[in-house]
């Protein structure tokens, strides 16, 4: 049976370091790093994670802003929004929370805010940094898996790394912070030909399609490293991964569960990008 890698364990010891480091900072400086998180509509589930996130900010000991508006929200309203936000001394990190309602460009949003308070990373000008390995933030979730397989002693140097799935915000950027770890990284996508065979070869391999259950014991290899970065709505209700996790954990050397693997991960990551922030502003 695999060791299970613990992340709610891990974000907790890290928590606990960014809120030490913070008021170490705060004494120094006088600078209480402020994170502002915008939501836009009714969607519960991103109503949801607005409410985790500034509960991490309180753990922390971050100052904090939500911005809840209508769904009748125009861009140019948003767009205000943003330039108050980026013009604030206050806030160092701005997050807006995807997707919006259709009506409106997230692509806009996201060019618009200050790649100096972009805590998502997701501005051309932080995905250009990561790409050439010199960066403030990394992309939260991606950040998270690299900090599990740290903190569990997993070298990925010279590891077949098996990324699937290529999103911007998971399957892209993870990929290339394996690669800056010295993994030799394989993307595979819906289109990749003989999926199983491919994900058999990996040392490591991550999971991020947004499938239940879809990765099985077949399509691992003895001994392997699987990290779980789906996160499905059973129609019960429950949370479940894109590893079918019953049938690959006792192949696996390690296996993050679902819930309680990369998900608490996602938010202390933020937090980190926000401190981060809130130091460079001093620099
Ligand atoms: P996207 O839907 O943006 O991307 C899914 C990717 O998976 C695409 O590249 C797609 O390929 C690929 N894919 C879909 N089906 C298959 C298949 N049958 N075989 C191979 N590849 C396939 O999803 P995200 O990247 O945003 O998220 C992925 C998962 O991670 C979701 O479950 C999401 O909820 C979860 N997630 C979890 C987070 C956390 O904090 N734990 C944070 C963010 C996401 P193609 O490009 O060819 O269409």
């Known amino acids: ?5 613990d992340g709610k364990q891990i974000s907790a010891a890290i928590r606990a370091e960014i809120k030490e480091e913070t008021l170490a900072f705060e004494k120094e400086n006088g600078i209480r790093p402020g ?11 991103s109503q949801v994670y607005v409410r985790n ?9 971050f100052y904090s802003e939500a911005y809840e508006l209508p769904a009748s929200t125009t861009q140019e309203e948003l767009n205000a929004l943003v330039d108050k936000l980026n013009a604030d001394p206050a806030i160092h990190g701005i997050l807006c929370q995807l ?5 409106l460009d997230e692509n806009e949003v996201i060019l618009r805010i200050d790649p100096k308070k972009d805590v998502d990373a997701f501005h051309p000008a932080n995905v ?3 790409m050439i390995g010199d960066y403030s933030f990394l992309p939260c979730t991606p950040a998270g898996v690299m900090a599990l397989l740290q903190r569990s002693g997993i070298d990925v140097t010279g590891k077949e790394c098996v990324v699937v799935g290529r999103s911007n915000i998971v ?5 290339m912070l394996l690669l800056h770890a010295n993994g030799t990284v394989t993307i595979c996508h819906s289109r990749t030909k003989n999926l199983a065979e491919v994900c058999r070869r990996a040392d490591i391999l991550i999971a991020a399609i947004g499938k239940a259950d879809f990765f099985t014991a077949d ?13 499905n709505r059973r129609a019960d209700g429950k949370l479940t991964g894109d590893v079918d996790f019953a049938s690959v954990a006792p ?6 569960p679902v819930p309680g693997g990369v998900g608490p991960m996602t938010i202390t990551m933020l937090m980190k990008n926000t401190l981060t922030a809130a130091k460079d502003s001093v620099r």
């Open 1 to 5: 049976m695999a060791n299970i890698i």
């Open 35 to 45: 994170l502002a998180v915008i939501i836009v509509g009714e969607d519960p589930a």
């Open 53 to 61: 996130k500034r509960r991490a900010c309180d753990e922390v000991g």
């Open 99 to 103: 997707p919006l309602p259709k009506h």
């Open 128 to 130: 250009g940094r990561i």
């Open 171 to 175: 399957g892209k950027p993870q990929a």
């Open 219 to 231: 399509m691992v290899k003895e001994g392997a490293v699987v990290i779980d970065v789906g996160m």
């Open 251 to 256: 192949k696996a050397s390690y296996i993050t």
